[in-house]
């Protein structure tokens, strides 16, 4: 498996050691118990000295292959999962900070991360820092500080903005900070922050990792010690992931290669296209040369990634009217699925936030976040055309 290319692993990694009956497909072990005759091997698996399962809340064969995936694809040495990706990140901040810790982020990260940073670990007398997404330097001064934890997310939800990993998993490194990278809008397809430097990779397996927006699921993938401390706090803290829908995201991960290239492909054409309609303020997407860390992007991704965000004239108003035209876009709070995805950032990625603490953080009222499908490019280029052409006609009238 080591040696195989990467779609080759998206199909095959870890799904070998659960088979079963000579079954082809990892089976959906519903179980919630595993029963021994035997007292002495019970024993022997309980206390971690033979491989196997005691109880669903601690592990499970399906969650089991699903992790190891994972795990593989991104080339980690372990990896744990959760029952959502919020999960994922409250139970690892919530195994390494304690009281009187100091954690350096940066302001854009995924709203409900934002809430733990602003309004949850301050309760726990944690330190938090928010600097400002993009400014390296103000970055690095933070850090230099000293930190337990610096935690980034690139590309961030909902304006896409970059960050610099491997210069600030550097930064980080030099105090002795634990570098915590959230890959769920790059996916492993696109960029490996473990290679970069991080300790610890997180995703939203609900997004891009499932793709089909039918199964929520959090991962935590990196260094073996850090992910068996957050795997102990996880089974008593019983945010587990359910053996279906760890199935279900083991079986949407086998087209992850294809879907995710298919929306690179499709999120660059489209924030091109975007950038042609008089409506359109502004275009927030990596691959494009004019944004302000296309550069960096290009170095450490090797895709820009299936999400995008613009802006329209008119604000609110607009969104309003544009949104409900378009025929192949769920209006839904998801992303990363095989159908497009669109929705104002205001009732999706930030809705926990007030209009001030999103214009705060650069997020204007009007602005749309667009994740790209697996549609036919033509059908999507031409569905915007028609709905910006019905608003535009009506405008003059
Ligand atoms: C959705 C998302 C999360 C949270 O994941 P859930 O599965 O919804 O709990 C975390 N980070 C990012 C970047 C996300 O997009």
Known sequence: MKDAKFSTKTIWAGEKEQ???GA?????????????????EWYEVAVGRKPGHIYGRNTNPTVQAFEEKVRILEGAEAATSFSTGMAAIS????TLLFPGDRVVSIKDTYGGTNKIFTEFLPKQQV???????GNHELLEEEIAKGCK???LESPTNPTVKITDIKRMAEAGRAVGAIVIVDNTFATPVNQNPLELGADLVIHSATKFLGGHADALGGVVCGNKELVEAIYHYREINGATLDPMAAYLLLRGMKTLKLRIDQQNKNAQEIAEYLKTFDLVEAVFYPGLPDHPHHDIA?????GYGGMLSFAVKGGVETVRDLLPKLKFANRAANLGSVETVVGPSRTTSHVECTPEERAAMGIPEGLIRYSAGIEDIDDLKQDLAQAFQTIQTYAKS
């Open 149 to 151: 934890v610096l935690y």
């Open 127 to 133: 330190e938090v820092v928010l600097t400002e997404t």
């Open 91 to 94: 139970n690892t901040l919530g």
């Open 298 to 302: 290009k170095a450490q991704m090797k």
């Open 19 to 21: 088979l079963a009956f």
């Open 24 to 40: 082809t497909q990892v089976p959906v072990v519903h179980s919630v118990s595993f029963g021994y005759d035997d007292m002495d």
